[in-house]
T-cell receptor, first 113, second 115 residues
């Protein structure tokens, strides 16, 4: 799986958009970009994933650059409950292998009142 | 909304004792996983399980660990002879498929403390 690079920490004001970047310059064509978050030692929570196109769900938007070498997770209106460690994970798309998620250090997002 | 559940939430044991951590995956999921997170460290993959057999395991998952799906709903992780360094949060996860499109959903975890 491709390696990812994320800033170790970010701050955001409550109610503002939080934009979390991720660099995955070695991503290959069959690898998906996944985002999870972990709130204080709770189980990792799935947020969103994508392959090429931008994606949006009720939690967030995922913007993937055209060359797929980086992506941005957008929380449109951050709340205090969004304070968490956010993980960008790249997973290979294969039927019989590549099942593991490899967590890095992630980005500690702190939403301030 | 369906969710993965885990029991117990906390487990304290003596070094050398056997422990069994239990998970109930989401009901229509076919693939099951265990991860662990030592305090202050990254979440680490242990093992994946499909069709009643291990499909992948990490170097951490040595002979003292085993997994089982004893019935149609439970998925268990057994640690045969616990060591101090097994103290960690253990997370179970499940997914519909193994592929990149098979999103893994995690349970709340079991905090294991080995004394």
């Amino acid at each position: 799986d491709a390696k990812t690079t994320q800033p170790p920490s970010m701050d955001c004001a409550e109610g503002r958009a939080a934009n979390l970047p991720c660099n995955h310059s070695t991503i290959s064509g069959n690898e998906y970009v996944y985002w999870y978050r972990q709130i204080h030692s709770q189980g990792p929570q799935y947020i969103i994933h994508g392959l090429k196109n931008n994606e949006t769900n009720e939690m967030a938007s995922l913007i993937i650059t055209e060359d797929r070498k980086s992506s941005t997770l957008i929380l449109p209106h951050a709340t205090l409950r969004d304070t968490a460690v956010y993980y960008c994970i790249v997973r290979v798309f294969q039927e019989t292998s590549g099942s593991r998620l490899t967590f890095g250090e992630g980005t500690q997002l702190t939403v301030n009142p | 909304e369906p969710e993965v559940t885990q029991t117990p939430s906390h487990q304290v044991t003596q070094m050398g004792q056997e422990v069994i951590l239990r998970c109930v995956p989401i009901s229509n999921h076919l693939y099951f996983y265990w991860y662990r997170q030592i305090l202050g460290q990254k979440v680490e993959f242990l093992v994946s399980f499909y069709n009643n057999e291990i499909s992948e395991k990490s170097e951490i998952f040595d002979d003292q660990f085993s997994v089982e799906r004893p019935d149609g709903s439970n998925f268990t992780l057994k640690i045969r002879s616990t060591k101090l360094e097994d103290s960690a949060m253990y997370f179970c996860a499940s997914s519909v498929s193994l592929t990149g499109r098979g999103t893994q959903y995690f349970g709340p975890g079991t905090r294991l403390l080995v004394l």
